[in-house]
């Protein structure tokens, strides 16, 4: 995967808040998956990713984006898919992009790709590893579409990525 360190001041009050809840889980379940409230930042994927093509004026490639509390990062392929642009979206806000371009390489994915239901995207998890703490919700290309990874904190205190699909179900973890 790429990793990109970008600093970015952010508070959590995010403008979805009132689509969060207090994590209670319902007792509505598919499968092994139950219906949860997700953390409000799963909300910004789909913002952030809209907000961008808003402001790009249509549709884009993208390698990464990757949503937490503080903020959700988006990266936009550019040159062909050998350069990204990064873009932060803060508390329902799009920022101005990065100036720099950063050379990169790996599959990219578009919008019609993210097609998570976030009210099951993190109920895999809260069933399976009901102690862990979801932390961000990153979306990357494979080639045929977007993979969903939850980065996590155990009870333990180690960290794990959780590929999801995107109805839920955990497909692997690794820890970090």
């Known amino acids: 995967g790429m ?42 994927v789909r913002s952030a990713i809209d907000a961008v093509e ?9 390698f990464e984006v ?24 803060v508390d329902g806000e799009l ?6 371009r950063e050379g990169a390489t790996g599959k990219t994915f578009t919008a019609a790709d993210v097609d998570f239901d976030p009210a099951l995207v993190t109920g895999g998890v809260a069933n399976d590893l009901p102690t862990t703490t979801i932390d961000a919700l990153s979306v990357y290309g494979d080639g045929f579409g977007a993979v969903f990874v939850l980065a996590a904190t155990s009870a333990a205190g180690g960290f794990l990525d959780i590929e999801v699909g995107p109805g839920g179900d955990v497909r692997s973890v690794d820890p970090v």
């Open 3 to 44: 990793s990109w360190c970008l600093v970015a001041l952010g508070c959590a009050a995010l403008g979805m808040s009132a689509c969060g809840g207090d994590g209670d889980t319902d007792v509505t379940s598919s499968g092994s998956v139950v219906r949860v409230d997700p953390p409000s930042f799963v909300l910004d």
């Open 54 to 62: 808003a402001e790009l004026g249509g549709p884009q490639e993208f």
């Open 66 to 89: 990757t949503a937490n509390a503080q903020f959700t990062n988006v990266f936009v392929a550019v040159d062909d898919a050998t350069a990204a642009v990064g873009y932060l979206f």
């Open 95 to 100: 920022q101005p992009p990065s100036p720099k």
